[in-house]
């Protein structure tokens, strides 16, 4: 047994920001003798609010956590034995030179830099534009970018960091598919607030967990139909002509012209004048004028503007969703739900938007300069998450979801769902993606970014990818996020080119966050007939000996989240509120101590190291010399447009700006001294019809979030994608390969549709959906080797609804075996009756190798836990990613299996040979004691 050290001084309270989960609250670590004694939340923190969950106080057994890396390491045994020599910095860091500096010069896209739950995208993106080489982007691609990517084309932003529901005014919330992740606390003191007043809560999700178990109405669908579930309320909404026209003629394209004629060279777009100006009906002068110019204009109904013939989007609209295919009887058995239920909910949202307005005697000035006495909205809100993300048709449903919100005039309005600073936020305000590599320079621009039409593609005459994940190629035109779940079984296979360096942050690719787990592993262990690896060196920064640092050839061991500084930041990922922009800091309120060996180093600082080394432009000064100490420094001192930076707070050389102002040497003792984040109230003229709103439009110019007001209105039917439909029927200069015509053709629909998951191609002998859930005590994958979380998720049994459980014979004790169309697993198993009858489901992220994060062999996580990646196939029969065809989004719950039950069996399956770790084994057991 270890026996606890105990400061012996009182300690002191550090406020920083947690990183235990993706929600960033406040917390106040108790420091002593740089020992953390214990972690509270902080209650003058704006997410927060003195609200720490189980997570966040196990954050001190994350920082003493045996599994924290100690030293840079060199691989000395075959990729994936876990034998490493320790080595210097000064070492590591000429290594990484020595294999980076011949890339940039010659191939700079053969580095491909990836980062998984990182919040420093900013840097990291910078870092790799700098660099030169395409091949960047973070964990979107296989996280929620569906999500992402769909509010962002229809409202300029969607949920999570994006927006928030009117907590204090909302009487009735509907959560798809939510489980406890992101957002984590403020849902929970929402929900409170919520249930204090008596407002409704309903969670549709095939799974009764976390919120859905407090929620009043749980609707277990079942996984992959949401969209239609979704479609099927817009029918009824527009049948029964219960929807908010005036708020869908002021605030949304539902007016505006498109070109229907399939001979015109602008079929599917909108209608402009020579000014570029979108044109509407106007019914009084019969024709088309710009429809900024006219009050009542014509909603349905079809035109001919010269020779060619158009139509309204709204009209579109209508013939789209008045489709009886989409009456609850029809689609309710493919929903796994009655169609009453869909009648109810139907009514229960027309009955609370248009019964129950709410009116705020709040005056405001449009954009127009119209002044309105009033503030009226609607108090329905919705919130989505992954669950409905995380499919092949996931970008349409939360398209679907967010028509939804429109038709009934919640969006931006009190009592609906209302954006967080620096949202709402349009698609031309983001930048397109850049591909342009020139050996020896920087990128010419942004990797990742918003395409407009097929001439925004990545991909070279022949119209093949030219980034390794194939993001934004014809198989994923609108990859924001790029495609990480398929950057390592492209590089295996050398296409569409091999690469040199993997370079991989935070991101436990040899394990949970890859599909088709051991056929990753072997492709990272693959050599050619020269025995060579295929990805010939492979480069991992984390703090923790996860799965993937055994299959490093060099590792750059990262701090804990107590021992570096981090910026979450208004250029990236905030914490803001509806009321207000909000950014953070994190600092080392621990010195990194790692005795007996040469220490750890926040990765951003190294990261920047690096780039000094490389000599990388806007690292170094025309000598040569670093132009930023560290990372701390480039907080305070990086600029990316003139006197904007990382940190809006206290900017300016006497601190006094807010958002725009020179560097400030101080800015991070103010923010220390401040409980480390700062706040820009919102004015409260300010607070609604934001992306309309002339006081918030002139405040988030003045905070630096944009340089001009940037109004504009939401898109009902959006264009981009019309063009890309289009160019899949034949359209324009820039045309697809013909094996993707009719699956482009469908999936870039310009308004919402539904179709099934693409995997769903064998039901019949794969009738059950099999998913994960993120539970509330665990987030990242490090979780679950943490001394206390680990005690509430040992191991993760696969639940299987009763009336499956019976007709199988299952008994507890059991075991199952798992068939999916690649793989199969063996599993223990549990009874669960609030579950979609159709779907069985089990935690994520608790199977662990042996031998990886410190455990012991035998720990439960490696013997009972388990992984359903395995059954999940990176790529479908077709040869395409198994992912959603608009954005790449990793299909993670179109995962459909068979099961059968089998006796216990002494492990879970496939079991997988231990790992030696490079760090210490943890001791068997721990005491720590807080004074
Ligand atoms: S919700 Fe997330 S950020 Fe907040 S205390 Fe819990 S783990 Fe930390």
């Not at 999570?160 to 919330?173: I, N």
């Not at 001009?708 to 200069?733: D, I, K, S, W």
Request: contains cysteine; aromatic residues 8%.
């Amino acid at each position: 047994m270890r026996e606890p050290d105990v400061p012996d001084t009182a300690p002191e309270i550090r406020r920083t920001t947690c990183y235990m989960c993706a929600c960033r609250c406040g917390i106040d670590v108790h420091v002593a003798e740089n020992r953390v004694h214990h972690i509270e939340g902080n209650r003058a923190h704006p997410v927060n609010r003195g609200v720490l969950c189980a997570k966040g106080s196990a954050g001190v057994m994350q920082h003493l956590s045996p599994a924290r890396l100690r030293a840079p390491l060199r691989r000395t045994g075959p990729r994936g034995s876990g034998e490493f020599r320790e080595i210097s910095w000064e070492e590591a860091l000429g290594i990484a030179v020595n294999w980076l500096e011949p890339i940039r010069e010659q191939h700079p896209e053969r580095l491909a830099f990836f980062t998984g739950r990182d919040q420093s995208q900013a840097l990291t993106g910078w870092w790799a534009q700098q660099f030169g080489t395409l091949n960047y982007a973070a964990h979107g691609g296989f996280c929620s970018v569906n999500m992402a990517a769909a509010g962002i084309y229809t409202m300029g932003g969607a949920f999570w960091e994006f927006g928030a529901p009117d907590w204090e005014r909302t009487r009735l919330l509907i959560l798809f598919g939510v489980a406890e992740d992101h957002d984590s606390n403020p849902l929970k003191i929402g929900l409170g607030k919520l249930k204090a007043r008596g407002a409704r809560v309903i969670s549709v999700n095939p799974i009764r967990t976390g919120y859905s178990a407090i929620a009043d109405q749980w609707i277990g669908i079942t996984p992959g139909t949401d969209g239609l579930l979704i479609l099927s309320l817009v029918h009824l909404l527009l049948t029964s002509g219960k929807i908010d026209l005036a708020y869908l003629m002021r605030f949304t394209n539902a007016a505006w012209l498109v070109d229907q004629d399939p001979a015109s060279p602008g079929f599917g777009s909108f209608l402009r004048d020579s000014e570029g100006r979108e044109l509407a009906w106007d019914p009084a002068r019969h024709r088309a004028v710009p429809a900024a110019d006219v009050a009542r204009p014509a909603l349905s109904g079809g035109f001919n503007v010269g020779p060619t013939h158009v139509k309204p989007v709204f009209a579109l609209m209508a013939e789209a969703y008045l489709d009886p295919a989409l009456a609850p009887e029809a689609v309710a058995p493919a929903c796994g739900i009655e169609p009453e239920v869909i009648h109810r909910l139907a009514a229960e949202l027309a009955d609370t938007a248009f019964n129950h307005p709410i009116t705020l005697d709040r005056p405001w000035t449009d954009h127009c300069g119209k002044r309105h006495e009033t503030m009226v909205g609607r108090p329905v809100a919705m919130h989505a998450m992954r669950g409905i993300a995380a499919h092949s048709n996931g970008f349409q449903t939360c398209r679907a979801l967010h028509l939804l919100q429109l038709i009934l005039g919640t969006v931006e309005t009190p009592g609906g769902f209302r954006f967080e600073p620096p949202y709402p936020k349009p698609v031309s305000a983001h930048p397109k993606p850049h591909h342009k590599v020139t050996p020896g320079y920087p990128l010419d621009g942004p990797q990742l970014g918003y395409p407009r039409g097929p001439e925004d593609l990545a991909i070279d005459a022949d119209g093949r990818p030219k980034r390794i994940d194939h993001a934004f190629s014809w198989e994923a035109p609108l990859s924001a996020h790029g495609m990480m779940h398929m950057v390592i079984a492209n590089a295996a296979r050398g296409d569409p080119y091999p690469i040199d360096v993997l370079f991989l942050y935070m991101a436990n690719m040899a394990w949970n966050s890859s599909m088709n787990t051991a056929q990753t592993i072997g492709m990272l262990t693959a050599t050619d007939a020269t025995g060579v690896y295929l990805i010939p060196k492979i480069i991992v920064a984390d703090s923790y000996s996860s799965e993937m640092v055994a299959y490093a050839d060099l590792v750059l061991p990262d701090t804990t989240y107590l021992e570096r500084h981090d910026c979450i930041s208004l250029l990236d990922r905030p914490i803001s509120e509806p009321d207000a922009a909000i950014d953070a800091i994190r600092w080392p309120v621990i010195e990194p101590e790692r005795p007996g060996a040469e220490g750890v180093r926040g990765f951003q600082s190294v990261l920047l190291d690096l780039g000094v080394r490389l000599k990388l432009p806007g690292m170094v000064d025309a000598n040569g010399k670093a132009i930023y100490r560290d990372y701390a420094d480039y907080m305070v001192r990086h600029q990316r447009r003139p006197g904007v930076g990382p940190l809006m707070g206290w900017r300016g050389e006497d601190g006094t700006g807010t958002g725009r102002g020179a560097p400030n040497p101080k800015q991070l003792a103010r923010y220390i001294e401040a409980g480390g984040f700062h706040i820009a109230h919102v004015p409260e003229e300010a607070a609604f019809f934001k992306p309309w709103n002339r006081a918030y439009q002139d405040w988030a110019v003045k905070i630096g979030i944009y340089d001009t007001p940037q109004p504009y209105l939401f898109q009902l039917y959006v264009e981009p994608l019309a063009r890309f439909q289009a160019a899949a029927l034949g359209h324009g200069p820039h045309q697809p390969p013909d094996a993707l015509r009719e699956r482009l053709a469908r999936a870039m629909a310009p308004l919402p549709v539904w179709y099934p998951p693409l995997s769903d191609t064998d039901t019949d002998t794969y009738p059950i959906h099999a998913i994960t859930q993120r539970p509330a005590a665990m987030y990242h994958s490090w979780g679950s080797q943490n001394a206390w979380l680990r005690q509430i998720h040992g191991e993760n049994p696969l639940y299987i609804p009763g009336a499956l459980w019976e007709s199988l014979g299952f008994e507890p004790g059991d075991f199952a075996r798992v068939v999916s169309p690649h793989a199969e697993i063996r599993v223990p198993v549990a009874r669960m009756d609030a579950l979609n009858p159709a779907t069985v489901w089990t935690w994520n992220a608790i199977g662990k190798r042996p031998g990886a994060w410190s455990l012991a062999p035998d720990a439960p996580e490696a013997t009972r836990g388990f992984l359903l990646n395995h059954l999940i196939p990176e790529t479908l029969p077709t040869g395409l990613s198994n992912s959603d065809p608009v954005t790449g989004q990793a299909a993670w719950y179109d995962l459909r299996v068979r099961i059968e039950r089998i006796p216990a069996e002494a492990r879970s399956a496939p079991a997988f040979p231990s790992e030696m770790s490079p760090v210490p084994r943890a001791p068997k057991l721990v005491k720590f004691r807080a004074g």
